[in-house]
Nanobody, 123 residues
């Protein structure tokens, strides 16, 4: 059974940083694309950043380019999202997800999901 558990969310002031982590169990992460998605109140869930299984192809939504960095540690079955220079518009529930077989950074493509972690940027 695949299980994804996010951690690292919280309340941060504008300009601050957070690192989200996602522990994956039940699969060998090295064979999967990984992704971080977010959903703000009243909005659709969107792909924030995705990374291919070989870590040579990364996608970032325009609004986070230059501020967020996705990474993975296949030896630990972990994925991360480093978020710098956070803005109030980054406030959302953030979800990690996995995809086997490759595909776009889209909620409809990804197979397994975590329960989400709240990120609130306010101050």
């Amino acid at each position: 059974q695949v299980r994804l558990v996010e951690s690292g969310g919280g309340l941060v002031q504008p300009g601050g940083s957070l690192r989200l982590s996602c522990e994956v169990s039940g699969i060998s992460l090295r064979f999967y694309d990984i992704g971080w998605f977010r959903q703000a109140p009243g909005k659709e869930r969107e792909g924030v950043s995705c990374l291919s299984s070989t870590a040579d192809n990364a996608y970032y939504v325009d609004s986070v380019k230059g501020r967020f960095t996705i990474s993975r540690d296949n030896s630990l079955n972990m994925m991360y999202l480093l978020m710098n220079n956070l803005k109030p518009e980054d406030t959302a529930v953030y979800y990690c997800a996995t995809l086997h077989g490759g595909g776009p950074c889209s909620t409809s493509e990804y197979d397994d999901w975590g329960q989400g972690t709240q990120v609130t940027v306010s101050g």
